[in-house]
Each structure stands twice: as structure tokens, then as C-alpha cells.
């Protein structure tokens, strides 16, 4: 899809808040609903729209963690890090998945754009810890080994598929 | 076909109808659709049943209609969350109350012709314990000790058939509030009945509501805080998804009370199915006319919005919400004014949490009388609790107020995990304190937990056994308030970043004594001068750890060794070809763990053998090795 028709979506979303102020956050979650991540030019364009200032659309967009203003992998991993998870040994998971991933320092994205890899506070779905979602479908009572197991399933899956194209 | 407007008297008649429809139901099949049992994949179980029903010729329906297959069809309901997460996907038949759980796809066909057209119950999908099954709900522990007021609806009936919560004395409340009620008789009704917040504070509704509504006339604004944010707490996701229009019904009564006509619900990014069905229960109250313009004719107006955080933990504190609501970053402001005269768009605003706005109509239908007679003197009513860790019956729970921890973790709760110890339970997330074995026997209500440093909060009981290190939990709290911290308030933005410094180094052994006197006085400072009840109350664990586990810090900083986070200490040995009996460290050892006859190898007990070191440093043969 060209950026141009990122824009038009864009353009789209605001108007159908009625350009609404208050809308802000409901607007940049309609946005990364479709396009996983914030773009510059996106919030500029948000921001022209409501008339309200650049510097503005971004405080309010760094300020909650589930706005992302770079580009994520097809597939979002989110180990929940909340404290019944935790007491149920959930940061094993997550150092599993990020060796497996390979990932170092900030990054939180595979090299091949397939995974990125979150936390979550809370899912609220304590009852089933440890958990982690991947698109947001949950899976329940993880170990390290089996949410590996799941991440070389979709990657496989992946492959499949882009053989058959 | 123009819609015919929503009169008193047709609303009655409906629900005489619903009522007739619900009594003539036969048989149900209810299949938990709360988070935790789809995510164990109840929603496939559900269509499996349900085919397998059909194909067998079966008729079945799915909603409490006339025109669906009349009463005697089995009626599948997708209910919300049962409460019993651990033994998920639960299913469930109704009248005769037999209970299913670790229910799968692949035993879809032997329920359908066993149980569904037999009658008989299946012993391997029946809850066990100590040998014993249970056939029906009723009698198993983990509900039968319980007291579901808030929760009844949870897990029995169809979260998105508004005729169902209609059929059960759904808007009944509304309707004698907004019929036979004044403003002022309603919060003096909310006021008798001792309702207290169950977000955190516990403050009385009765008298915030009452403060909205002496306010001078204008637009008032009713929002319920839906932003659960306490890692370890569940129970308002669980009414929002199984019991939407509770919450809706609550909100109405609150805005006659205070004469609001808008209203807002916030509700966590990271709940998508409570958005959806709360999004669904308000479509359908706003198309049979509870909601909406000049309501059943009266004049009343009230028109229901959702908003969806985006994932701040400090949204949950009622200025950051109404800010965020606005479009604005969610930071709390400097109180007062108080919400009650200043909060959504500056205008008066009753603001209060999911299951607070659950206990609403049960208090209006039934009255303040009969909420007095549950829980204790001062603190009225049920609460629900989501009891999580390392506790046998994970899952969501209601009891009176002044039940004991010791009924909940052991008699509801069934104990604790692989049959180890308890040590300790954490209430109340992030801002409250921990519970240990002398609290056991305590009434859990807001005044008893306050005088032990510790809250209710909105109700997360996260149990911690004897292998659980405190001060790494302690650590773990401060972690992630540091990380919600909101960065507006100099005492909270620096000092949790400081104390999670101190605590870090502490948990890797480097801490010294010098870091506990410091992170006690920090905490008193953090506390005191933070702007907000994030900060405020984001040293509690601390606090209470440092207090009833000070031990464990020692273990840490003194000894540089924790037998929780570094596991045991290796087994000190005599090598016998080493070792020439010269009796050294059995004279040293502080235990007595050495024996040995002099001039033959020695050998140690290891039960008694503290491994202090005393005989290696001593053996003038290097005989004494570590294993």
C-alpha cells in the first residue's frame, strides 16, 4: 500500500471522529489498529486536521505505552510480565524468546520483520499464567520451550507460504 | 416498522414475558466465554456441542426468544467467566447443574450423547479432589463457600441476551429509582446501605454521589473506571464481559442521583472482549430505549460513550482518567478541587469502578437493609477478589467483606501449590502491602487491612509460597511502578527510579546496610510528597516487606546469599583420602554436624551442617571440599 493511500485512510479515521479533539487517542488507536505503528507523517497529518500542534499529538502519543511509533513485525509477541505471570515464572519466557529472536539492547523487532517482541502488564487472564499473545490470540500456561515451539510453527507457516507465492 | 416507545408498562410486560420464557426453559448448555476459557479454546468446544446437538435432530436456540424454537430447545449460552479459570474451559448443564471441566473439542460427542441425551454424567470430566468428584457446582468448595452477588450472573447467563438480564430483575432497580425515587432519596439510600468504593480508598458512595449533586445545576458527567490496571486483578474484566448490563443499570441510577445526563466508561486497551460486549450491551439498551432521550417518557436522559485506554497504568487515579478521556496525556492534577466539583471537562463528575457501579442495583432492588446484613459493621456488602500465584484454585471469587485469608487461600482457594508452604499474599497490586501467616485469621476488610499497612484495592490476592523471595518481590513492584510512574511529580518520577536502584542492587547481593536505612527513609519521603496515589502508595511493598521479611533482606545484603534467588548453598564434604582424622573441624564446627573417631577420615552430617565454612578454613589438609 503507498503512503499516499496511508494518508487518504488517515484523512478518513479523523474525519469520521468529526475531527474531534478529544478523540485523539481514539483516533491513534484506529490508526495503529490498521498500520501497527504511528508514522511521522501520519500524526503530522492528525494533527493538521484537528488544529492542534504537532508537539502535542506526539506527547500524547509517546505518553501511552501501546502507541508504537516504529514500524513492527508481522507477528506481535506480548509475554505478560504481570505478578501472578511473574510468580509463575514468566521472565524465562520472555529471555527465551528474545535469545531465540535475537535480539540486543532496545530492539524489540527480528531482523526479519516477522516478530516483535513485548511485554504486557497484565492480561488478566491470571488464572491461565503464565501467558502470552501473539496477535493478540491468547495462549495460556507457557514455558519457554513451548512458546519457541509456537514462534518456529508461525515461522514455518510462514515459509509455507511463501513458497506456494 | 417505526419502533414503539419504551413505557414502564411495556418494560413489565417484557420482563413477565422474559420471565415466562426463562421458566420454561428446560435444559441449558452453558459454555464459559470469559478471556481465560476462550483462550483454552472454549469457543470451539461451544460450536461443537452445538452442531453435534443439530445433527442428532436436537432444536436448539440461542436466545431467550419466542420466535427461537420455543422452550423446550436446549439453550446454549456463551456466559461470562465461571470464575474457576485453574480447571478451564468449564461447561456447564443447566438445570441439573453439572459442572465439566479441562473440557475438549474431542469430548464434544460423548457429552452430547451421554450427558445431553442420556442424563448421565461423565466421571473423567467432573471436578476432583481428594478422591472425591462433584457432580454439581453447587457443591464443590471453591463456589460453595462463596457468597456471588455481584458475580451471580457471571457464568450462568448469556452476557449479550439483554431479555435474559431483563428475565432475572435486570433495570427492576433502575425502574424504582427513576419511577419512585428522588435524587436525594437514592444517595441517602446508597449512603444507609455503607457501600464503600471498591477501587482502592474506600471511600462511601453515598456521600461522593451526594456531593455531585448538591452541585450547582449543569452538565454532570457519571464515568465508571474500567482501566484495571493492577497486575494480578481480573474481577472487573470479568463483570465487563459477563455481566455488562449491571454496570450500565449502576451508571443509570448514579446519573438520576446526581442529575448527569452523559456518561463515560473506560475501559483497559488490553480488554478487547469487555469493549465488545459493553459495546453491545449499550446498543441494545439504546435500541429498546433504557438509554438514550427522555427515557420511558420521564424526561431523563442519559447517553452512555467508551472509551479505550492506551495502556497507562496511572489512568486507573480519577484526574489522569478524565484526562485521558479529554484526548490528554493522563496525568493526575494537584487535588483538591476533587473530581466530585471539578473532573470531566471541569464539569462535577461521579466517578467510580466497575463492580462499585455492579453493587448499585442489588442495593436499589433489594434494599439497604439487606446489603447491611452481609459483611461486617463498616464495611457492607461482598467483594470479589482474584485470587492468583501459587494457590491450587486460581481464579475469580466473591465473599462477604470480613472473610478470613485463611478461608479464602485454603478452604476456597484449596491450599497451596505442589503441597508446599504459604508465605506470604500480596492484596491490593502494586500500592498495597503484604499479608503473612499472623494475618491469616484477620477479617479482610478496609479498616482491619489498613491497620496493617496493607489495602483491599480492587482486589488482587496474588499467594506466594516459601520459595518465592520477598525482596526480589518487593523489587518487582518497584519495577514496574517506576515504569508507570508518570513522570509529573518529582518525588515519584525520581524516587521509584532510586529505589529500584537500591533494590536491584540489593536483590544482586551488592547491597549494603547503608541501602536499608535508605530505602526505608526514601520511602517516607516518596509517600509523603507524591502528587498522586501512584506515588503515594508505590512504597507499600517496601514498606511491608521490609517489615515481615527483614530477614530475607539481610540474607541479601549480610550474608550475600539468598537461598531463594541463588538457590541452596552447595553441600560442604570430608574427602576420606584427604582427610587424616585430626579432629580440627569437628571441634570448630558451631553445629556439632562433624563425627568422626580420631585419626580415621570424619565424615558430615548434612542436615546439620549450616555451611558456614568454619571447618574448611580450619582443616590443615584441604580435605574439605564443596560438592
Same mark, same amino acid.
Given at each position: 500500500m503507498g503512503k499516499q493511500d496511508v494518508l487518504k485512510r488517515v484523512e478518513e479515521i479523523v474525519d469520521s471522529y468529526g475531527?474531534?479533539?478529544?478523540?485523539l487517542i481514539a483516533i491513534m488507536q484506529d490508526i495503529q489498529n490498521e498500520y501497527k505503528y504511528l508514522s511521522t507523517e501520519a500524526l503530522e497529518l492528525v494533527a493538521n486536521k484537528l488544529g492542534v500542534g504537532v508537539a502535542k499529538v506526539y506527547s500524547v502519543a509517546t505518553f501511552?505505552?501501546?502507541? %508504537?511509533l516504529e514500524a513492527k513485525g508481522k507477528y506481535i509477541v506480548k509475554v505478560c510480565c504481570g505478578t501472578a505471570c511473574h510468580v509463575r515464572k514468566s521472565q524465562p519466557i520472555y529471555d527465551g524468546l528474545r535469545e531465540y529472536l535475537g535480539?540486543? @539492547?532496545?530492539? $524489540?523487532?527480528s531482523s526479519d520483520a516477522m516478530f516483535t517482541l513485548e511485554t504486557v502488564?497484565?492480561?488478566?487472564?491470571c488464572g491461565l499464567s503464565p501467558v502470552m499473545t501473539v496477535n493478540d490470540e491468547v495462549h495460556p500456561k507457557m514455558t519457554p520451550e513451548s512458546a519457541i515451539e509456537l514462534l518456529e510453527e508461525l515461522r514455518a507457516k510462514e515459509g509455507a507460504n511463501h513458497a506456494e507465492a | 416498522m417505526p419502533k414503539r416507545k419504551l413505557t414502564r408498562e411495556r418494560l413489565n410486560a417484557m420482563r413477565l414475558e422474559a420471565k415466562t420464557l426463562l421458566a420454561a426453559n428446560t435444559r441449558e448448555v452453558l459454555v464459559c466465554a470469559g478471556t481465560g476459557c476462550i483462550a483454552g479454546g472454549s469457543l470451539n468446544i461451544y460450536d461443537a456441542v452445538k452442531k453435534l446437538c443439530e445433527d442428532k435432530g436436537l432444536k436448539t436456540r440461542v %436466545?431467550?426468544?419466542?420466535? !427461537?424454537?420455543?422452550?423446550n430447545a436446549l439453550h446454549f449460552k456463551k456466559t461470562g467467566?465461571?470464575?474457576?479459570c485453574e480447571m478451564g474451559p468449564l461447561l456447564q448443564i443447566e438445570p441439573d447443574g453439572i459442572l465439566y471441566t479441562?473440557? $475438549?473439542?474431542?469430548d464434544a460427542e460423548e457429552i452430547v450423547e451421554?450427558? #445431553?441425551?442420556?442424563?448421565?454424567? #461423565?466421571?473423567?470430566?467432573l471436578y476432583t479432589l481428594d478422591g472425591k468428584s462433584y457432580a454439581?457446582? %453447587?457443591?464443590i468448595p471453591f463456589y460453595k463457600l462463596q457468597k456471588r452477588l455481584?458475580?451471580?450472573n457471571c457464568g450462568y447467563?448469556?452476557?449479550?441476551?439483554l431479555t435474559e438480564y431483563i428475565a432475572r430483575d435486570g433495570y427492576v432497580a433502575f425502574e424504582k429509582a427513576l419511577f419512585e425515587m428522588t435524587d436525594e432519596g437514592i444517595c441517602k439510600e446508597i449512603l444507609d446501605s455503607g457501600l464503600r468504593g471498591?477501587?482502592?480508598?474506600?471511600?462511601p458512595m453515598g456521600r461522593k454521589w451526594d456531593s455531585v449533586r448538591k452541585q450547582p445545576k449543569g452538565k454532570k458527567y457519571v464515568v465508571c473506571?474500567?482501566?484495571?490496571?493492577?497486575?494480578?486483578?481480573?474481577m472487573d474484566r470479568s463483570i465487563m464481559e459477563g455481566n455488562p448490563h449491571s454496570i450500565i443499570e449502576g451508571m443509570l441510577i448514579a446519573a438520576l442521583a446526581a442529575g448527569s445526563d452523559e456518561g463515560y466508561i473506560y475501559v483497559r486497551a488490553e480488554y478487547p472482549l469487555a469493549v465488545d460486549r459493553l459495546r453491545t450491551a449499550i446498543d441494545k439498551a439504546e435500541k429498546l430505549g433504557l438509554?438514550?432521550?427522555n427515557i420511558m417518557g420521564t424526561g431523563f436522559s442519559f447517553h452512555l460513550h467508551i472509551n479505550r485506554g492506551a495502556?497507562?497504568?496511572?489512568?486507573?487515579?480519577g484526574s489522569a482518567l478524565t484526562a485521558s478521556i479529554e484526548g490528554k496525556r493522563g496525568m493526575p492534577r494537584v487535588k483538591p478541587p476533587r473530581t466530585v466539583e471539578h473532573?470531566?471537562?471541569?464539569q462535577p463528575t461521579v466517578l467510580n469502578n466497575v463492580e462499585t457501579y455492579a453493587n448499585v442495583p442489588l442495593i436499589i432492588r433489594k434494599g439497604s437493609e439487606w446489603f447491611r446484613s #452481609?459483611?461486617?459493621?463498616k464495611s457492607s456488602g461482598t467483594k470479589a477478589f482474584a485470587l492468583t500465584g501459587n494457590?491450587?484454585?486460581t481464579g475469580l471469587i466473591e465473599v462477604p467483606m470480613g472473610t478470613t485469608l485463611r478461608e479464602i487461600i485454603f478452604?476456597? @482457594?484449596? @491450599?497451596?501449590?505442589?503441597g508446599k508452604k504459604f508465605k506470604a499474599v500480596q492484596i491490593g497490586g502494586p500500592a498495597g502491602g503484604c499479608l503473612t501467616e499472623e494475618h491469616l485469621d484477620m477479617p479482610l476488610d478496609f479498616d482491619s487491612l489498613k491497620s496493617v499497612g496493607a489495602i483491599i484495592g480492587s482486589g488482587g490476592l496474588v499467594v506466594m509460597d516459601e520459595d518465592t523471595c520477598m525482596v526480589e518481590t518487593a523489587r518487582f513492584f518497584m519495577s514496574f511502578t517506576q515504569n508507570e510512574? *508518570?513522570?509529573? *511529580?518529582v518525588p515519584c518520577r525520581e524516587g521509584t527510579k532510586r529505589m529500584l536502584e537500591i533494590l536491584t542492587r540489593i536483590v544482586n547481593n551488592e547491597g549494603t546496610m547503608d541501602d536499608l536505612a535508605l530505602l526505608e527513609s526514601l520511602s517516607a519521603t516518596i509517600s509523603e510528597a507524591s502528587l498522586c496515589g501512584l506515588g503515594q502508595a508505590a512504597c507499600n511493598p517496601v514498606i511491608s516487606t521490609l517489615k515481615y521479611f527483614r530477614d530475607e533482606y539481610l540474607a541479601h545484603v549480610? !550474608?550475600?546469599?539468598c537461598p531463594h534467588c541463588n538457590g541452596r548453598k552447595v553441600q560442604l564434604v570430608i574427602d576420606p583420602s584427604l582427610c587424616?582424622?585430626? @579432629?580440627k573441624c569437628r571441634k570448630n564446627c558451631p553445629m556439632e554436624a562433624i563425627s568422626g573417631e580420631i585419626r580415621q577420615p570424619h565424615t558430615i552430617d548434612t542436615e546439620k *551442617?549450616? $555451611?558456614?565454612?568454619a571447618c574448611w578454613s580450619n582443616c590443615p589438609f584441604g580435605a574439605i571440599r564443596e560438592e
Open positions: 475531527c474531534r479533539r478529544e478523540a501511552y505505552e501501546n502507541f %508504537s535480539l540486543t @539492547g532496545k530492539q $524489540k523487532t502488564a497484565c492480561l488478566g487472564a | %436466545s431467550l426468544k419466542q420466535e !427461537d424454537n420455543g422452550g467467566c465461571h470464575g474457576f479441562h473440557v $475438549k473439542v474431542e451421554r450427558t #445431553i441425551m442420556k442424563g448421565e454424567v #461423565i466421571d473423567r470430566l454439581k457446582d %453447587s457443591e455481584v458475580l451471580e447467563t448469556d452476557a449479550e441476551d471498591r477501587g482502592g480508598a474506600g471511600f473506571n474500567g482501566d484495571e490496571g493492577d497486575p494480578g486483578a481480573f438509554l438514550g432521550d495502556g497507562a497504568f496511572v489512568c486507573g487515579e473532573g470531566l471537562w471541569g #452481609i459483611g461486617t459493621e494457590v491450587v484454585n478452604d476456597i @482457594g484449596g @491450599g497451596i501449590k505442589d510512574s *508518570c513522570g509529573k *511529580c549480610v !550474608d550475600k546469599h587424616r582424622g585430626c @579432629g *551442617c549450616i $555451611k558456614c565454612g
